[in-house]
C-alpha cells in the first residue's frame, strides 16, 4: 500500500469514521481477477486483500472500527447478479466503456476483455447490494459513481453521495511525459496517468517503508525550483501536510537560512516560487515528516514480519 491510499483515502475512511460514519472497507476480490491483478489469481488476491486489512489496522482502523466486505460474499449472491444486470440494461455499451478508465484501462483501448465490460456494472451495484449512503473512493472512480447515480435513479434505487478524495502524484510527477487517454479532460487525464501506483516502485512511497528508503526516494523526485504545477513534493505539502496542520517548521541548516514556520501552503507556495526555499528544503522535510507519519505503521510489521514477508513473495512471483 502506498501513500496515496494510506495517508490519503485511509484518513479520510478515519475522519468519516469519526464523524460517525459507518464505513465498509469494500475488498473487491472479484474486480481485481476480472482487471488481471496478479495475472487472475485469486488466492493472491484474497492474501492481498488480507494484507490491506493490516495496512488499515496499522493506520489506526482496526476491524472494531469499520467493517470489511469481500466482492466475494455479494458474488455469491443472485439478487447481486440481478442488479449487475440491471444496471446493465439501463446503461449504452458505449456509456459503460466510457467508466472503463476506473480499472486504470484507456479510453481509447479497444482490446480489452469482454469481461471488463462488466466491472462499471459491478462497481455501480457494489454501492446498492450494500445499501451505502455515500460512496467514497479516488477521483479516478467518479464515473463509476455517475454511472451508479444514472442507473440508480432510472431504476428507482436512488442517488447515492459521492465523495472523491485527490490522487497523489507519483514521484515522477508531471515532468516525465506521462501520457495517456483516461478522461475527456485534458487535465483530469494527465493527473490520472501520473497517480502514484504499486505498479511503479521507483515512483511510490509505501507506507512501511523505512526513513532511510523515504529519504532516498524522495531525493530522486521531480522537484523543479521555483515550479509548484506538476511539483509532487509541492503535492504532497498540500495534500498531506497543511489541511491537518495549521503550520508546519521547515528545518533548515544555520548556513542556509535556518528553520522557517510555514503557515499555510499558500505561504509556502510564495516562498518557493520566490526562490526562498530551495527543492533540497522540500524533500528533506517531507521525508522526515512522512517517516513521523509512518512510524505507527512501521511498528505494527515490525511485530508482525512474516505479513511482509509473504506479500513481497507474491510479488517477486
Given at each position: 500500500m502506498h501513500i496515496g491510499q494510506g495517508l490519503v483515502c485511509g484518513l479520510k475512511i478515519r475522519d468519516m469514521v469519526e464523524a460517525g460514519f459507518e464505513f465498509i472497507i469494500f475488498l473487491a476480490d472479484w474486480h481485481s481477477m476480472v482487471n488481471n491483478k496478479f495475472g487472475g489469481d485469486m488466492s493472491k488476491i484474497r492474501q492481498i486483500g488480507e494484507y490491506?486489512?493490516?495496512?488499515?489496522?496499522?493506520?489506526?482502523?482496526?476491524?472494531?472500527?469499520?467493517h470489511y466486505v469481500w466482492a466475494s460474499e455479494l458474488a455469491g449472491r443472485a439478487e447481486y447478479w440481478e442488479r449487475v444486470l440491471r444496471v446493465g440494461k439501463a446503461s449504452s455499451a458505449q456509456r459503460v466503456m466510457r467508466a472503463l478508465p476506473i480499472m486504470g484501462r484507456e479510453m481509447?483501448?479497444?482490446?480489452?476483455?469482454?469481461?471488463?465490460?462488466?466491472?462499471?456494472?459491478?462497481?455501480?451495484?457494489?454501492?446498492?447490494?450494500?445499501?451505502?449512503?455515500?460512496?467514497?473512493?479516488?477521483?479516478?472512480?467518479?464515473?463509476?459513481?455517475?454511472?451508479?447515480?444514472?442507473?440508480?435513479?432510472?431504476?428507482?434505487w436512488g442517488k447515492p453521495v459521492c465523495l472523491h478524495t485527490p490522487l497523489l502524484m507519483g514521484l515522477a510527477g508531471l515532468g516525465a511525459g506521462v501520457v495517456g487517454s483516461f478522461d475527456e479532460d485534458p487535465k483530469v487525464s494527465s493527473v490520472i496517468a501520473a497517480k502514484m501506483s504499486k505498479s511503479k516502485p521507483e515512483s511510490s512511497v509505501l507506507i512501511h517503508d523505512s526513513p532511510q528508503v523515504i529519504g532516498e526516494k524522495?531525493?530522486?523526485?521531480?522537484?523543479?525550483?521555483?515550479?509548484?504545477?506538476?511539483?509532487?513534493?509541492?503535492?504532497?505539502?498540500?495534500?498531506?501536510?497543511?489541511?491537518?496542520?495549521?503550520?508546519?517548521?521547515?528545518?533548515?541548516?544555520?548556513?542556509?537560512?535556518?528553520?522557517?514556520?510555514?503557515?499555510?501552503?499558500?505561504?509556502?507556495?510564495?516562498?518557493?516560487?520566490?526562490?526562498?526555499?530551495?527543492?533540497?528544503?522540500l524533500k528533506v522535510n517531507m521525508a522526515g515528516f512522512l517517516s513521523d507519519e509512518l512510524a505507527p505503521v512501521r511498528e505494527y510489521f515490525a511485530a508482525r514480519p512474516k505479513v511482509l514477508e509473504e506479500v513481497r513473495g507474491i510479488d517477486a512471483g
Amino acid at each position: 500500500m502506498h501513500i496515496g491510499q494510506g495517508l490519503v483515502c485511509g484518513l479520510k475512511i478515519r475522519d468519516m469514521v469519526e464523524a460517525g460514519f459507518e464505513f465498509i472497507i469494500f475488498l473487491a476480490d472479484w474486480h481485481s481477477m476480472v482487471n488481471n491483478k496478479f495475472g487472475g489469481d485469486m488466492s493472491k488476491i484474497r492474501q492481498i486483500g488480507e494484507y490491506f486489512k493490516h495496512c488499515f489496522t496499522a493506520l489506526g482502523l482496526p476491524e472494531g472500527k469499520v467493517h470489511y466486505v469481500w466482492a466475494s460474499e455479494l458474488a455469491g449472491r443472485a439478487e447481486y447478479w440481478e442488479r449487475v444486470l440491471r444496471v446493465g440494461k439501463a446503461s449504452s455499451a458505449q456509456r459503460v466503456m466510457r467508466a472503463l478508465p476506473i480499472m486504470g484501462r484507456e479510453m481509447t483501448g479497444k482490446d480489452a476483455e469482454a469481461a471488463s465490460l462488466f466491472y462499471p456494472c459491478m462497481q455501480a451495484a457494489d454501492i446498492f447490494e450494500m445499501r451505502l449512503d455515500v460512496a467514497c473512493a479516488g477521483v479516478d472512480q467518479r464515473k463509476a459513481h455517475i454511472l451508479a447515480r444514472e442507473t440508480g435513479e432510472k431504476l428507482g434505487w436512488g442517488k447515492p453521495v459521492c465523495l472523491h478524495t485527490p490522487l497523489l502524484m507519483g514521484l515522477a510527477g508531471l515532468g516525465a511525459g506521462v501520457v495517456g487517454s483516461f478522461d475527456e479532460d485534458p487535465k483530469v487525464s494527465s493527473v490520472i496517468a501520473a497517480k502514484m501506483s504499486k505498479s511503479k516502485p521507483e515512483s511510490s512511497v509505501l507506507i512501511h517503508d523505512s526513513p532511510q528508503v523515504i529519504g532516498e526516494k524522495l531525493r530522486g523526485a521531480f522537484c523543479p525550483p521555483g515550479v509548484v504545477e506538476g511539483n509532487p513534493l509541492m503535492e504532497y505539502f498540500g495534500t498531506l501536510v497543511f489541511p491537518r496542520y495549521a503550520e508546519f517548521v521547515l528545518k533548515r541548516e544555520t548556513k542556509y537560512g535556518g528553520d522557517i514556520v510555514v503557515q499555510g501552503f499558500e505561504e509556502l507556495e510564495r516562498l518557493y516560487v520566490a526562490g526562498k526555499v530551495h527543492p533540497q528544503d522540500l524533500k528533506v522535510n517531507m521525508a522526515g515528516f512522512l517517516s513521523d507519519e509512518l512510524a505507527p505503521v512501521r511498528e505494527y510489521f515490525a511485530a508482525r514480519p512474516k505479513v511482509l514477508e509473504e506479500v513481497r513473495g507474491i510479488d517477486a512471483g
